[in-house]
């Protein structure tokens, strides 16, 4: 009886070692995995479509015109330094379809997004780079017409992860254009484009 009572101690402990992973895999449904956020790693890619504002400022002094949206497109490539950065390109297109002739506003941009909370899927970025505004006739010749610059983007996302490598995407940014005009003159454009993409990494 002494015995017993000395080993009772002993085999509580086990026996509350093995309840516990029972209740931890009670605690999530069967079929179901947890997903957290804060997981970045390797290599990444985005694919995403938005609205997109565009408007222009001449330097006339009249100031930027009525902001136009149009449908966007855009495609980001990179790696990832920490679960607080990421560094990649960018390409954005915002394209204005009146039949007879297409408008186009590119950006291709170095980017850096940074998480301040390296938990979280809260970003904020910046990118660098060149920014195209072309207008393209469609009369059979193939004619068009454009200016390249300067091009700078401020923005902010999410990244909602939705699987072990899948993230949706949503996002907001304001991107700045300066040309040289064809005749010397310089002039700005600006697009506030709002955005939801889908992101795959190779890591984690």
């Not at 947890?34 to 565009?54: H, I, K, Q």
Request: charged content about 20%; proline content about 3%; glycine content about 18%.
């Amino acid at each position: 009886m002494g015995t017993l009572t000395k080993c009772l101690p002993v085999l509580s402990l086990l026996a509350c070692a093995v309840a516990a992973p029972m209740r931890a895999q009670e605690a999530t449904p069967r079929g179901l995995v947890e997903v957290r956020e804060g997981n970045r790693g390797g290599f990444w890619g985005s694919f995403g479509l938005g609205a997109g504002g565009e408007s222009y400022d001449l330097r006339d002094g009249a100031g930027y015109n009525d902001v136009l949206y149009r449908p966007t497109v855009d495609l980001r490539l990179g790696g990832t330094v920490s679960q607080s950065l990421r560094l990649g390109g960018e390409a954005l297109a915002w394209i204005d379809d009146q039949g007879d002739r297409t408008e186009t506003v590119s950006s291709f941009l170095f980017i850096a997004q940074f998480y301040p909370i390296s938990t979280s899927g809260l970003y904020l970025r910046g990118g660098a780079g060149l920014g195209r505004n072309e207008v393209d006739f469609k009369d059979g010749f193939g004619f068009g017409v454009g200016d390249t610059g300067f091009a700078g983007l401020v923005g902010a996302g999410w990244e909602l992860k939705v699987g072990r490598r899948i993230y949706i995407n949503p996002s907001v940014d304001l991107v700045g254009q300066t040309y040289s005009g064809r005749g010397g003159d310089r002039y700005h454009e600006r697009l506030v484009n709002f955005g939801v993409g889908v992101m795959f990494q190779t890591g984690r």
